[in-house]
Every structure is written in C-alpha cells, then in structure tokens.
C-alpha cells in the first residue's frame, strides 16, 4: 500500500532538547510538505521541498530545520530554538508543484513539552 | 497572508439530513480548492477538490460549490451518516502554497 508514514504518533521533548520527527512516503512524489496544527487555527506551513536537496521555508519556519536527501524522506528537526514547539505536526507530499494535485497527508505526530 | 476562514465552528444534523459547511477565501488569484476530512488524532483525508474554473463537482454523496464572484466555496454532504463525524477545513492554493481554513466540526446524531 502507497502512503505516508509518520513516527513517532506521540512525542515527548524536555524544554532545551531537540527532537526529529520522521516523515517517509513510499507514493514517488516529489514535494514534501510540513505543516503545524494547533487548536482553533488553520494548518501552517513550516517548510517544503520540491526535490531532493533543494527545500524552501514556509511562513513559521523559525525554530526549525529539515532535510532531503532522500525522495522517500523529509525529516523535521524541533530545535531549542522553537518557543512554543507543543502541537500536532502534520507531513504531507504531492507529485509535485505544478498541477491540480492534492495533497497526502499522514497520520501526524503529537509533540509534546514537559 | 491568506486568510481562510469558515462561517460556523460547529455544526450539528440528524443521521439522514443534508449538511452543507462553508467557507470563505480572500484571494481571487487561488486556482485550486479542496475540502478536507479530519477525525481527532488522525491526518486530514481528502474528500473532494475543485478547480478555480469550475463552479460544481460532485463526488459520492458530496459536492463542492464555488462562488468566484463572492469568493465562497461550500460542501454539501448528502444523507449524512454517523461515519460522517469529523472535523471538515477547507484550502486554497494560490502560487505554490495551500492556505487552510481553520475548520468546522460536524456531528451527526443518530
């Protein structure tokens, strides 16, 4: 079955740490999103690639960092640096930018401060 | 920044009943909508999508509307089921970028 995989579901990060989110899609597309839900408001977006090693930021990507170095995987990294990093993190991918294509989603992962 | 918005949080309908859930976008440039699924704890499901040059598609017991003139798009669900519970948002795309509204939540009671 082609799909998105995310890991952990629940995340539980002491303030000061980093932690990785992992986001792996076995569905050949080329973009790959993140995105940021919270309560009462609509998805954010964090950061997305289109291709392999190339990824642009999204409009809160401060506090974050990401990877592509592989076409399947699009790992998202919560730094110290993030103020408020408690909330469900959404991946999701597409063939690509460029036409009428919606996007995928996976199952999120709950990250959690203590 | 986009803004997409929805008119009710909360919606409420007896099993069998029509439902219709909207949504209000600002920018005309947007070329693509979709209308999303999302049941607590799970990623978002897509149900159906409509392009910026189309007025009506229709789905299985779903329909989507769009009004360019007054930037409105709607979701009609017919003969909604309990299954049919769940939080419904909606997203525009103009450029690169989806922009997502902040959702409504539907419960059908039996």
């Known amino acids: 079955d082609g799909g998105i995989t995310q890991s952990p579901k629940y995340l539980f990060r002491k303030e000061g740490q980093n932690v990785t989110l992992s986001c792996e899609q076995n569905?050949?597309?080329?973009?790959m999103y993140w995105y940021r839900q919270d309560p009462g408001q609509g998805l954010r977006l964090i950061y997305y690639s289109q291709i392999v090693n190339d990824f642009q930021k999204g409009d809160i990507a401060e506090g974050y960092s990401v990877s592509r170095e592989k076409k399947e995987s699009f790992p998202l990294t919560v730094t110290s640096a993030q103020k408020n990093p408690t909330a469900f993190y959404l991946c999701?991918?597409?063939?690509?930018?460029?036409?009428?294509?919606?996007?995928?989603f996976g199952p999120g992962t709950r990250l959690t401060v203590l | 920044g986009e803004s997409v918005g929805l008119h009710l949080p909360t919606l409420s309908v007896q099993e069998g009943d029509n439902s219709i859930i909207n949504c209000a976008y600002s920018n005309s440039a947007s070329d693509y909508f979709i209308w999303y699924k999302q049941e607590s704890g799970k990623g978002p499901q897509f149900i159906i999508d409509i392009r910026s040059n189309m007025d009506k598609r229709q789905g299985q017991r779903v329909t989507v509307l769009l009004n360019k003139t007054v930037k409105h798009l709607s979701l009609q669900i017919a003969a909604t089921q309990p299954g049919d519970s769940a939080v419904y948002f909606c997203a525009e795309r103009t450029g690169n970028q989806f922009y997502f509204g902040t959702g409504t939540s539907l419960t059908v009671i039996p």
């Open positions: 999701a991918s597409t063939p690509g930018l460029a036409g009428y294509n919606e996007q995928f």
């Open positions: 569905l050949n597309h080329d973009a």
